[in-house]
């Protein structure tokens, strides 16, 4: 079995300053890991997955999220927030023979402060 | 490409009738996972189809069933609705065994409210 825990439903954050969104992860196979944004009442969109190659995983906007084996942990960070991330941050994992059915966190809900 | 697409946006019903919502998966995918999102929670798994036939099954009851067709688009039937069943409806679609199995495309979701 699979689980996410997402530290934090919410999350706010001056502009320019550094976000960090965590999300914590129990596997019993090693896992595939995601993190997704979503927009008021829009589908999800993948910021960035880890798929067991490089631990620091670059993804999209200049997020970036390390993988910590040690800590079951893959938080995601952006140095310097903008107005525009403002948005509901997912974190999921999966299978890596399944990245189809994946296990979700409840979400985190980033706001940037002008 | 057109990308994951989801018919209809929005959907209203009652009670106890029955719902039927479609998906058509990205160019080149041939898998597609269902998903229910609850207002303020994350995506849960319901079932996942690959060749016509479901492969994967999350804890959903069986008032919910689903169905591929040789095109790999897919519905999702929701039989005898209750308004616990109110949510957005993802679909999701990837590639099986393929260059894109790691990473699933979403569409924009069915909105359906149950009154």
């Known amino acids: 079995a699979q689980s996410v825990t997402q530290l934090g439903s919410h999350v706010s954050v001056s502009e320019g300053a550094l976000v960090l969104l965590r999300c914590n992860y129990s596997?019993?196979?090693?896992?595939?890991l995601f993190w997704y944004v979503q927009y008021p009442n829009q589908g999800l969109q993948l910021l960035l997955k880890y798929t067991s190659a490089a631990t620091l995983v670059k993804g999209i906007n200049g997020f970036e999220a390390e993988f910590k084996k040690s800590e079951t942990s893959f938080h995601l960070t952006k140095p310097s927030a903008h107005m525009s991330d403002a948005a509901e941050y997912f974190c999921?994992?999966?299978?890596?023979?399944?990245?189809?059915?994946?296990?979700f966190g409840d979400g985190t809900t980033l706001t940037v402060k002008p | 490409d057109a990308g994951v697409t989801q018919s209809p946006t929005h959907l209203i019903k009652t009670r106890g009738q029955q719902v039927t919502l479609r998906c058509s998966p990205k160019s080149g995918h041939d898998t597609v996972s269902w998903y229910q999102q609850a207002l303020g929670q994350g995506p849960q798994f319901i079932f996942q189809?690959?060749?016509?036939?479901?492969?994967q099954r999350g804890n959903f009851p069986d008032r919910f069933s689903g169905h591929q067709f040789p095109n790999y688009s897919s519905e999702l039937n929701v039989n005898a609705l209750l308004l616990g069943d109110s949510a957005l409806y993802l679909c999701?679609?990837?590639?099986?065994?393929?260059?894109?199995?790691?990473?699933?495309?979403f569409g924009p979701g069915t909105r359906l409210t149950v009154l």
């Open positions: 999921a994992v999966s299978e890596p023979t399944n990245a189809g059915k994946s296990t």
């Open positions: 999701a679609s990837n590639g099986w065994g393929g260059p894109s199995y790691n990473e699933q495309f």
């Open positions: 596997s019993s196979v090693p896992p595939y």
């Open positions: 189809y690959y060749e016509e036939e479901e492969r």
